[in-house]
């Protein structure tokens, strides 16, 4: 193990560390929220998110009571939207079965749809003041240099070893134990970054096993992810005679799920048999959006129709936009906006 690793690393932080984000010292509820965000989602993107997700739901029982329209489209734009119904999910549970309170301890966070036990220990530590460890993409990307561990750090043994190692790195005591998340956070945000790490200025390059061996860029291994083959969609914005926009809700599971989008489907004449109305091939063409999920790339075909308002096409809802408040994906919005279109 590293001599004083926690002791080093708390005096480094406070000198280098991040101590003015917005979600820094604000309770386990802001820490919750951030913690969600900032999975997938980098810090500069997800401030000004965060800031107006807790003006708008200020406490976890605002966040219960608010419609899961309304949280989904304070999402928007940060993509992977199962993050935001399962916050809204929890929400609910932690009013009615925790009276409001969030709970203390690892096992009931746990429990909670969306917090794993990376993200309890935030809780814990950073919202609570109380013992918890980290494992997050930061803290593995750490360990794995500091200590050369190599494969597919999201294998079981790998798991195993680096969950043994954030434990033991971890001080006792809740406050140090703050102190010591946010720092792993830091370090590897600022200093052990995914490339170019600043190894010069790291206060365990002495100790650093990737460092001594000259591989820093061999850790961690990248993660063999299956790519979906890319895909073509045809997004059909249809128009009434009073400007309004046909929305659909997309089902709750799968991409985009819960939000609110145009007709979608692999073709004008599939749309339109399933909206039951005959003129969709007079559609003009728009434009074309490209939109890279985790997975998979998406052409957004962008084609619009005019019909007369008494025309009612057999699903959806007509919608002004400049008055609609809930989630529409952000690809979405450019296409109605009609940005960027290539
Ligand atoms: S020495 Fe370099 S690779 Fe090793 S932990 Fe520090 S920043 Fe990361």
Redesign the pocket.
């Known amino acids: 193990m590293i001599d004083q690793f926690a002791q080093r690393l708390a005096a480094w932080q406070k000198q280098h560390g991040r101590h003015e984000l917005p979600w820094q010292r604000k309770g386990a509820y802001a820490t919750w929220i951030s913690e969600i965000m900032l999975q997938q989602t980098q810090v500069q993107v997800v401030i000004p998110y965060f800031e107006k997700f807790m003006q708008d739901f200020p406490t976890v029982s605002h966040l219960a009571n608010a419609s899961l329209d309304s949280v989904l489209s304070h999402w928007a734009g940060l993509g992977y939207y199962s993050r935001a119904r399962n916050l809204h999910k929890a929400a609910n549970i932690v009013v009615s079965e925790y009276n409001s309170e969030i709970p203390k301890d690892l096992d009931s966070l746990i429990q909670l749809p969306g917090i794993g036990r990376s993200t309890a220990g935030a809780i814990l530590s950073l919202g609570f003041g109380i013992r918890g460890v980290i494992q997050d993409g930061n803290v593995r ?2 360990l794995s ?2 200590f050369c561990i190599d494969g597919d750090l999201s294998k079981a043994d790998a798991q195993r070893t680096l969950w043994k190692l954030a434990d033991e790195l971890t001080p006792q005591s809740g406050s140090d134990a703050r102190i010591h998340t946010q720092a792993m956070m830091d ?2 945000s600022l ?3 995914r490339t170019s ?9 002495n ?5 001594q061996r000259g591989e ?1 860029s061999q ?1 961690p291994q990248p993660k063999r992810v299956k790519q979906r083959p890319d895909e073509r969609w045809v997004v059909l914005q249809i128009i009434n005679e009073d400007n309004e926009v046909l929305l659909m809700q997309r089902p709750m599971s799968g991409v985009w799920g819960g939000l609110y989008t145009p007709p979608i489907g692999s073709s004008l004449s599939e749309i339109g048999k399933k909206l039951a109305i005959g003129d969709v091939l007079d559609a003009d063409y728009q434009g074309e959006l490209m939109h890279a999920f985790s997975h998979f790339k998406v052409h957004l075909e962008h084609y619009l129709l005019k019909i007369r308002s008494n025309d009612r096409p057999a699903l959806g809802e007509w919608h002004s936009l400049s008055l609609f408040q809930k989630g529409l994906p952000a690809p979405i919005q450019k296409l109605l906006l009609n940005k960027d279109l290539l």
């Open positions: 990307r750490v240099r500091l370090l590897g200093i052990c970054r790490p600043a190894c010069p200025q790291c206060p365990f390059s100790d650093c096993q990737a460092l820093v850790f």
